[in-house]
């Protein structure tokens, strides 16, 4: 159990352009879903919290309207990089909690988003 | 501030070695603590750890908490190759709130 897909795995766009980028989780309901970004060499940089059917929580520092969360049920969360620039380059993973008490606190993480701004 | 902290940050070993990874803490509210393994994608789930002095294992893979010393370790006995990775220790502090430790990168030579 506990299986998150995101996708697309990788995308190459123009600068300028938005990215939407899906996490579903597939065998459990996320009540509780994270965005992360991870720079090469680095650990994982927390960038909002969601929880279905309310506004993320964004971290001091993310742009909320460059970077649209949205949470619209208990398996599946959006991530739209608005007007993408080539420092929006980055390594993109969603994570999910939620469901049986077991799966509550453990974070199960889907296979990530490679996204390249050219 | 809420703090985790890994230590050492690489590690090269050999093939069978064993290797014991470190993680401290300090948050002002402690939930549990897990640990990652995270290859060339996202990471994936090893233990999740909320009572002191209970080892849980898993195949070569074991680890322990000590709520006092504010530590965890995460053991790898006989490494192999596909050991390579970067071993990330996070603590949930409730309210959806995890704090990552910068990880250990750990090579495995043949």
């Known amino acids: 159990g506990a299986v998150v897909s995101q996708h697309p795995s990788r995308v190459i766009c123009k600068s300028g352009t938005s990215v939407k980028i899906e996490c579903r989780s597939l065998?459990?309901?996320?009540?509780?879903m994270f965005w992360y970004r991870q720079f090469p060499k680095q650990s994982l940089m927390l960038m909002a919290t969601?929880?279905?059917?309310?506004?993320?929580?964004?971290e001091q520092g993310v742009e909320k309207d460059k970077f649209l969360i949205n949470h619209a049920s208990l398996t599946l969360s959006t991530l739209t990089v608005t007007s993408a620039h080539p420092e929006d380059s980055s390594f993109y993973i969603c994570?999910?909690?939620?469901?049986?008490?077991?799966?509550?606190?453990?974070?199960?993480f889907g296979p990530g988003t490679r996204l390249l701004v050219l | 501030e809420d703090k985790v902290v890994q230590s050492p940050l690489s590690l090269v070993v050999h093939e069978g070695d064993t290797v014991t990874l470190n993680c401290s803490y300090e948050v002002t509210n402690f939930r549990s603590l897990l640990w990652y393994k995270q290859e060339k994608k996202a990471p994936t789930f090893l233990f999740m750890l909320?009572?002191?002095?209970i080892e849980k294992k898993s195949g070569r893979l074991s680890s322990i908490l000590d709520k006092k010393e504010l530590f965890s370790i995460l053991n790898i006995t006989a490494t192999q190759t596909g050991d390579s990775a970067i071993y990330l220790c996070a603590v949930y502090s409730g309210t959806y709130k995890y704090i990552f430790g910068t990880g250990t990168r750990l090579k495995v030579l043949a």
């Open positions: 909320t009572s002191s002095g």
């Open positions: 065998d459990f309901q996320a009540t509780t």
């Open positions: 994570s999910a909690s939620g469901g049986s008490p077991s799966f509550q606190e453990t974070q199960y």
């Open positions: 969601s929880n279905e059917g309310s506004k993320a929580t964004y």
